[in-house]
């Protein structure tokens, strides 16, 4: 038998909806909306129900009537956000277009609340945000040419690619303001040693001489080599759909 704290078996979205009658005044869409304003600030150390009564002025009793528990406040801040993700219906444009704006999506969805990027696959994604994105790719790449389990496979790909790159880059700008210091900042700091160990690394060493200043712009490598891996991913899968013995 599921345990209660079971996370799958005791998501948000499996609970039957309370019966009506006296509600608090606040709604649950100001009540998710308020704890992303924490998580974004802050991240999930940095909410709890306490703190959250606190800043939405209601106490913490207007947000149990809506959720159990930190768990099942999380699960719906992240199908909220998941709600930035736009993803083309079929018809709107071609299947590598609809393919690149998701996974864009998802990228920039992620850098912008970095906290959920933790918390993906934690428990199930069932919301009605997540299962529109759901929808709308198994219909996108359904008319693209993939069916059963290579759709799945093909779906992933695209949602690992943008969730690796988001995963870097917040850890790096993270870093990045812990030290109160800019890349370039930071590179200049640690340019005299890397000169002192390139005679043990040549090839890294010609190859960083030959990237010049580029290097020192963070954002625009991150983005570039966001969009290469995508294009390649992209390339990839358009050859499978063309192989005549799948």
Same mark, same amino acid.
Do not use: K, N, Q
């Given at each position: 038998m599921p345990s209660k704290s079971d996370p799958f078996t005791s998501s948000v979205w499996l609970r039957p909806s309370r019966a009506r009658g006296e509600q608090p005044t606040l709604s649950r869409e100001q !009540?998710? @909306?308020? $704890?992303?304003?924490?998580?974004?600030?802050? =991240?999930? &150390? =940095? #909410?709890?129900? @306490? @703190? +959250?009564?606190?800043? +939405? /002025?209601? =106490? $913490?009793?207007s947000v149990y009537w809506y959720v159990a528990n930190k768990d099942e406040l999380l699960e719906l801040a992240v199908d909220e956000v998941m709600g930035e993700v736009y993803v083309p219906e079929v018809g709107d444009t071609s299947w590598r277009v609809g393919a690149s704006v998701l996974a864009t999506g998802i990228r920039a969805m992620l850098l912008r609340h970095p906290w959920a990027i933790g918390l993906l696959g934690v428990r199930p994604t069932i919301g009605p945000n997540a299962m529109r !994105?759901?929808? @709308?790719?198994? $219909?996108?790449?359904?008319?693209? /040419?993939?069916? =059963? #389990?290579?759709?799945?496979?093909?779906? &992933?790909?695209? *949602?690992?690619?943008? !969730?690796?790159?988001?995963?870097?880059?917040? &850890?790096?700008?993270n870093s990045m303001r812990r030290s109160g210091m800019s890349m370039r900042e930071i590179a200049e700091k640690l340019e005299a040693n890397v000169r002192r160990i390139a005679p043990d690394h040549p090839h890294y060493d010609e190859w960083r001489q030959q990237v010049g200043p580029? &290097?020192?712009?963070?954002?625009?490598? %991150?983005?570039? *080599?966001?969009?290469? /891996?995508?294009?390649? #991913?992209?390339? /990839?899968?358009?050859? %499978?759909l063309d192989r005549s013995d799948r």
């Open positions: !009540i998710v @909306r308020t $704890a992303i304003e924490l998580l974004d600030a802050e =991240g999930p &150390a =940095g #909410l709890s129900m @306490r @703190r +959250l009564g606190t800043r +939405l /002025g209601a =106490g $913490a009793t !994105i759901g929808d @709308r790719t198994v $219909a996108l790449l359904t008319a693209a /040419g993939f069916a =059963g #389990l290579e759709l799945a496979h093909a779906s &992933a790909m695209l *949602s690992a690619h943008a !969730i690796g790159s988001a995963t870097t880059v917040s &850890a790096m700008l580029a &290097a020192y712009d963070p954002e625009r490598v %991150w983005d570039e *080599s966001f969009m290469f /891996g995508l294009e390649r #991913l992209l390339d /990839g899968l358009e050859m %499978w």
